[in-house]
């Protein structure tokens, strides 16, 4: 099992950045694709970026594809996402989680998410 923790968040101005961590316990780590994911106040859970378990393929969710980066380090058996350019609209609690069956684009796919960190950005 690979049990999440992130960290990270924070409030930032809009047109800012912010770098998130998800530190994940479990031998399994590097096994695994792992996403990220968040939910905004009063909204469904959404898929924000996902990367393959040796970092050789990332994928994006349309509203942060060229702002957002995935990476990986499994000899830290830690996952970073890059948020640059921030906006508003990218307010939200965000999640990191390993990946099981099931399109990599649904928030669905992924389980065991970790307890959060808040990002708040600032107009």
């Known amino acids: 099992q690979v049990q999440p923790v992130e960290s990270g968040g924070g409030l930032v101005q809009a047109g800012g950045s912010l770098r998130l961590s998800c530190a994940a316990s479990?031998?399994?780590?590097?096994?695994?694709?792992m996403g990220w994911l968040r939910q905004a106040p009063g909204k469904e859970r959404e898929f924000v970026a996902a990367i393959t378990s040796y970092g050789d393929s990332t994928y994006y969710a349309d509203s942060v594809k060229g702002r957002f980066t995935i990476s990986r380090d499994n000899a830290k058996n830690t996952v970073y996402l890059k948020m640059n350019i921030l906006k508003p609209e990218d307010t939200a609690v965000y999640y990191c989680a390993p990946k099981g069956g099931g399109s990599y684009y649904r928030h669905s796919s992924y389980r065991n998410w970790g307890q959060g960190t808040q990002v708040t950005v600032s107009s």
């Open positions: 479990g031998r399994t780590f590097s096994s695994y694709t």
